[in-house]
């Protein structure tokens, strides 16, 4: 492999195809696509300020570099990447991306990022700003992260995520076969339109969650100021402590320990097929 370190490039693809290159504090100054088409590339302690550095890329190694703002739209149209120890200020970083891996990294402005990518696994990673956060994205390993940003994982099939926090509005939205352990959910409607969806061991704040699901699971989970839950959702839920409100839910059973208000309005499909048990007594249906 040959190696290259302690230089700067800039222009228009000025490693354009190369193959089996590693790179060391390697400066990229402003221009396009310096690495497009190519093959079995390691970059390590690097500077990236150009645009689309890495499109149409296989067996790409990045550790301990630094994308700007500058360098967005870096990794599109890609195979094998692979990122340590890196920060990104850039937004849109992955677009259709098979075997994405990140691990230790900060991503500042993760606006856009990992649209249509397959087989992602993000392990202590911190995402700020990203909004449409691996939209319809597939195969997906989260642990020990930090996301912000609305619109989370909307679309997303085959999700695992473990012990991370995610500060959204409508994450989840219309996923597939999606587990979530150990986790704090922040935001307004998540997992909506969502098909099984099971949270285990999670705290849930925000309001009117969990709405138009199908078959939804909740096993030992805390809701937190949450109101209108489960409206037309079917559901199994293990609730810790109290929810404010349910509203319609379709059917399925929910256990709290108390429920501030069961709305059972005139839009309920079926007002008797959601057993609902409380220890305390269960409030009257009452009509919004």
């Given at each position: 492999?040959?190696?290259?370190?302690?230089?700067?490039?800039?222009?228009?693809?000025?490693?354009?195809?190369?193959?089996?290159?590693?790179?060391?504090?390697?400066?990229?100054?402003?221009?396009?696509?310096?690495?497009?088409?190519?093959?079995?590339?390691?970059?390590?302690?690097?500077?990236?300020?150009?645009?689309?550095?890495?499109?149409?890329?296989?067996?790409?190694?990045?550790?301990?570099?630094?994308?700007?703002?500058?360098?967005?739209?870096?990794?599109?149209?890609?195979?094998?990447?692979?990122?340590?120890?890196?920060?990104?200020?850039?937004?849109?970083?992955?677009?259709?991306?098979?075997?994405?891996?990140?691990?230790?990294?900060?991503?500042t402005?993760?606006?856009?990022?990992?649209?249509?990518?397959?087989?992602?696994?993000?392990?202590?990673?911190?995402?700020?700003?990203?909004?449409?956060?691996?939209?319809?994205?597939?195969?997906?390993?989260l642990?020990?992260?930090?996301?912000?940003?609305?619109?989370?994982?909307?679309?997303?099939?085959?999700?695992?995520?473990?012990d991370?926090?995610i500060?959204?509005?409508?994450?989840?939205?219309?996923?597939?076969?999606?587990?979530?352990?150990?986790?704090?959910?922040?935001?307004?409607?998540?997992?909506?339109?969502?098909k099984?969806?099971?949270?285990?061991?999670?705290?849930?704040?925000?309001?009117?969650?969990?709405?138009?699901?199908?078959?939804?699971?909740?096993?030992?989970?805390?809701?937190?100021?949450?109101?209108?839950?489960?409206?037309?959702?079917?559901?199994?839920?293990?609730?810790?402590?109290?929810?404010?409100?349910?509203?319609?839910?379709?059917?399925?059973?929910?256990?709290?320990?108390?429920?501030?208000e069961?709305?059972?309005?005139?839009?309920c499909?079926?007002?008797?097929?959601?057993?609902?048990?409380?220890?305390?007594?269960?409030?009257?249906?009452?009509?919004?």
């Amino acid at each position: 492999m040959e190696t290259i370190r302690d230089c700067c490039f800039e222009g228009e693809r000025p490693l354009f195809a190369s193959s089996d290159l590693r790179l060391e504090n390697v400066q990229f100054y402003p221009g396009d696509s310096a690495l497009k088409e190519s093959q079995h590339i390691a970059a390590v302690d690097c500077l990236f300020m150009g645009r689309y550095p890495f499109w149409h890329t296989e067996r790409t190694r990045l550790s301990n570099c630094h994308f700007t703002a500058a360098s967005r739209d870096a990794l599109w149209y890609a195979s094998e990447v692979r990122m340590v120890d890196t920060v990104v200020e850039a937004p849109r970083m992955f677009r259709q991306v098979r075997q994405l891996h990140l691990e230790n990294s900060r991503l500042t402005n993760a606006a856009e990022c990992g649209w249509n990518c397959r087989d992602v696994v993000f392990h202590q990673v911190e995402l700020r700003g990203g909004d449409y956060l691996l939209l319809n994205s597939q195969y997906i390993d989260l642990e020990g992260c930090r996301l912000q940003g609305n619109y989370a994982l909307q679309d997303t099939r085959e999700v695992v995520v473990r012990d991370t926090t995610i500060e959204s509005n409508d994450a989840f939205w219309n996923t597939e076969n999606v587990t979530v352990y150990d986790s704090i959910l922040v935001g307004e409607c998540l997992g909506w339109h969502s098909k099984n969806l099971r949270l285990v061991n999670c705290t849930i704040h925000g309001t009117q969650p969990l709405c138009y699901a199908k078959n939804l699971v909740l096993e030992n989970c805390t809701l937190v100021e949450t109101d209108r839950c489960f409206e037309y959702s079917t559901l199994q839920a293990q609730i810790n402590g109290d929810i404010l409100s349910v509203k319609n839910p379709t059917s399925g059973c929910i256990t709290a320990r108390s429920i501030g208000e069961l709305i059972l309005d005139e839009h309920c499909l079926d007002p008797g097929a959601c057993r609902i048990s409380t220890a305390d007594a269960v409030p009257y249906p009452s009509v919004s």
